[in-house]
């Protein structure tokens, strides 16, 4: 397998670059963004623009790609503000990722998002297939997204995948931009200032995940026989359904002084109240086996623990 992942520098990319050079060997990842900031992979890397349909394909000739997994993608918050760019960049730097694919018979994997659903999606339990009509940008990109991968595969044969992830929390790069960051920001600002202002208000349910089940979840999906899959863009899957009030329940746990102020940001939270409270990922358990290893007390202490170490703060989670 000969990988190139584009986004390699956002928060996914910099986890998953590590679990693939691990998994696959160095020489078989390449690792591409438009950025081109202090990476440290034990991989090849160059700057890459996925709105360059040559610079693609010069590095999947060069290199015999035959598996991609495209990171390079604007989020929700973002999207919202410069919904021009949003489109630009997840429509066209995917049909220019699944052109040059379909042209060099490589796999491709694109992340949808809870954000393919919208206001009159069923809340609760939201099933594997449903009304999809997103409200933000980002959801009309995501579910655009989801169409053209379906339309690549069946008419080209591109052997697209995908998952619709929920909000991301990590430890290792901040998120891009999203209308789920507070779930990341909160455990930095716990052991910092042990106060965080959160632009979501408390009760606010949506689905969340932690980034080694991201992770696994992807190369899970991609090594599945391509027989054993009737969805194969994209199937939801989550860890936890989940509220600002619940992060904090959780944190002050281990930091009872922790507090919380809820300083609303309108735009994320009409971003937010338009998604599901809760995924339905049976479909994903039935095709390729997925389950989540990480709920969200296992997840808080790993958080504390690592963000601890990396932040230089003298922490200790008591048993
Ligand atoms: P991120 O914003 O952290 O990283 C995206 C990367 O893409 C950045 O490093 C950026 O420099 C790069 N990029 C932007 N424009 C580019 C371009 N034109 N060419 C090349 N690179 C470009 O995003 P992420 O959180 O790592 O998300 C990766 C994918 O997963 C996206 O498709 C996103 O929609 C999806 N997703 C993420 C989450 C989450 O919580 N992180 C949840 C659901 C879906
Ligand atoms: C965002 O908030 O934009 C992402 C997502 C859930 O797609 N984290």
Same mark, same amino acid.
């Given at each position: 397998?000969?990988?190139? &992942?584009?986004?390699?520098?956002?928060?996914?990319?910099?986890?998953?670059?590590?679990?693939?050079?691990?998994?696959? =060997?160095?020489?078989?990842?390449?690792?591409?963004?438009?950025?081109?900031?202090?990476?440290?992979?034990?991989?090849? /890397?160059?700057?890459?623009?996925?709105?360059?349909?040559?610079?693609?394909?010069?590095?999947?000739?060069?290199?015999?790609?035959?598996?991609?997994?495209? +990171? =390079?993608?604007?989020?929700?918050?973002?999207?919202?503000?410069?919904?021009?760019?949003?489109?630009?960049?997840?429509?066209?730097?995917?049909?220019?990722?699944?052109?040059? =694919?379909?042209?060099?018979?490589? =796999?491709? /994997?694109?992340?949808?998002?809870?954000?393919? /659903?919208?206001?009159?999606?069923?809340?609760? $339990?939201?099933?594997?297939?449903?009304? #999809?009509?997103?409200?933000?940008?980002?959801?009309?990109?995501? &579910?655009?997204?989801?169409?053209?991968?379906?339309?690549?595969?069946?008419?080209?044969?591109?052997?697209?995948?995908?998952?619709?992830?929920?909000?991301?929390?990590?430890?290792?790069?901040?998120?891009?931009?999203?209308?789920?960051?507070?779930?990341?920001?909160?455990?930095?600002?716990?052991?910092?200032?042990?106060?965080?202002?959160? /632009? +979501?208000?408390?009760?606010? #349910?949506?689905?969340?995940?932690?980034?080694?089940?991201?992770?696994?979840?992807?190369?899970?999906?991609?090594?599945?026989?391509?027989? $054993? +899959?009737?969805?194969?863009?994209?199937?939801?899957?989550?860890?936890?359904?989940?509220?600002?009030?619940?992060?904090?329940?959780?944190?002050?746990?281990?930091?009872?002084?922790?507090?919380?102020?809820?300083?609303?940001? #309108?735009? $994320?939270?009409?971003?937010?109240?338009?998604?599901?409270?809760?995924?339905?990922?049976?479909?994903?358990?039935?095709?390729?086996?997925?389950?989540?290893?990480?709920?969200?007390?296992?997840?808080?202490?790993?958080? +504390?623990?690592?963000?601890? &170490?990396?932040?230089?703060?003298?922490?200790?989670?008591?048993?």
């Amino acid at each position: 397998m000969k990988i190139l &992942v584009t986004g390699a520098l956002g928060q996914i990319g910099s986890e998953l670059i590590d679990t693939l050079t691990d998994r696959y =060997a160095s020489e078989n990842v390449f690792a591409t963004d438009k950025k081109t900031n202090n990476q440290n992979f034990d991989c090849k /890397f160059e700057k890459l623009d996925v709105l360059n349909y040559e610079s693609i394909e010069n590095i999947v000739t060069e290199n015999n790609i035959d598996t991609i997994y495209h +990171l =390079a993608a604007i989020l929700s918050a973002v999207a919202e503000e410069k919904p021009r760019l949003a489109w630009q960049v997840n429509m066209e730097g995917l049909k220019n990722v699944l052109e040059v =694919a379909a042209k060099h018979d490589c =796999a491709v /994997f694109t992340p949808s998002s809870i954000g393919a /659903f919208g206001p009159n999606t069923p809340k609760n $339990k939201t099933p594997q297939d449903t009304i #999809q009509r997103p409200t933000s940008m980002y959801g009309v990109t995501k &579910v655009s997204g989801e169409l053209l991968c379906d339309y690549y595969h069946t008419k080209f044969g591109v052997d697209t995948r995908g998952l619709r992830y929920p909000g991301i929390i990590s430890n290792k790069t901040l998120p891009g931009g999203g209308t789920t960051d507070y779930a990341v920001e909160i455990y930095y600002e716990a052991l910092k200032n042990g106060h965080y202002e959160c /632009f +979501l208000e408390q009760d606010t #349910q949506l689905d969340m995940m932690y980034m080694p089940d991201a992770i696994k979840a992807a190369i899970e999906l991609m090594e599945t026989p391509a027989d $054993k +899959l009737t969805h194969r863009n994209a199937f939801n899957v989550t860890s936890m359904s989940v509220a600002p009030r619940d992060f904090a329940n959780s944190i002050k746990e281990y930091l009872p002084d922790f507090t919380v102020e809820y300083k609303v940001d #309108q735009t $994320k939270q009409k971003i937010a109240n338009s998604w599901p409270n809760s995924l339905d990922d049976s479909a994903a358990t039935k095709e390729w086996g997925w389950e989540a290893e990480y709920d969200l007390d296992s997840m808080t202490k790993d958080m +504390l623990d690592k963000l601890s &170490v990396k932040l230089g703060i003298d922490f200790k989670i008591k048993e």
